[in-house]
């Protein structure tokens, strides 16, 4: 016998006996008011956050807010009309998307603990969206806020393709310390919570 199966012999002999993870990993969450708690976590990352009644209002806030001229993208189920830049031809180059100034999409799950949005792919249309948009609107309905990450693991939905948390936008401090907001994604995160418990 060699010394490296000599050694793996002799840690074989003293491993500990494993335990059975727990089936519930459940934590319980002191949170009373889940809105108010995503909303405080939001604006701690450096997220707008707008309480709307329907989605409409976010097409009023970028017709007033949004030059005519900018490029926006929505992938937003109702909003057919708008669709018809990521409906009528499909991008296969992400290098096209890189003047997009606004992206509007939705997201599925929000997480009251840091305000993280669980997004996936569909909901994308195309997985550079999100990170290479100027800004980046993300519409939200309140009853699917869950209190902590462990909740929506519960429930979430990982679909084929691209699935992320998105949380904020893009920042990093890595150089010397100094905060730089849209070094590597969006440079503002918006997010307009419908709070309507009858909202489609």
């Known amino acids: ?106 997201g599925s799950i929000g997480v009251a603990e840091n305000a993280a949005v669980w997004i996936t792919e569909s909901q994308m249309k195309y997985r550079a969206l999100p990170f290479i948009t100027q800004h980046l609107m993300v519409i939200l309905k309140a009853d699917k806020i869950v209190p902590l990450l462990h909740d929506a693991y519960k429930i979430l939905t990982v679909e084929e393709g691209f699935s992320c948390f998105i949380s904020g936008p893009s920042k990093t401090a890595d150089i010397e310390q100094s905060l730089v907001i849209g070094a590597h994604g969006a440079r503002s995160h918006h997010l307009f919570i419908i709070t309507q418990n009858n909202a489609t």
Request: charged share 30%.
């Open 1 to 106: 016998m060699g010394s490296r199966e000599d050694i793996l012999s002799r840690i074989a002999k003293v491993k500990p006996i494993g335990n059975e993870l727990s089936s519930d990993v459940s934590f319980i969450s002191i949170s009373e008011n889940l809105l108010e708690n995503f909303a405080l976590a939001a604006q701690n990352n450096g997220s707008q956050v707008t309480l709307i009644e329907d989605s409409t209002e976010v097409l009023a806030y970028i017709n007033k807010n949004i030059a005519p001229d900018k490029r926006v993208i929505y992938n937003i189920r109702e909003w057919q009309e708008k669709n018809e830049e990521i409906t009528d031809q499909e991008i296969n180059d992400p290098h096209t998307l890189e003047d997009v100034e606004v992206a509007v999409i939705e």
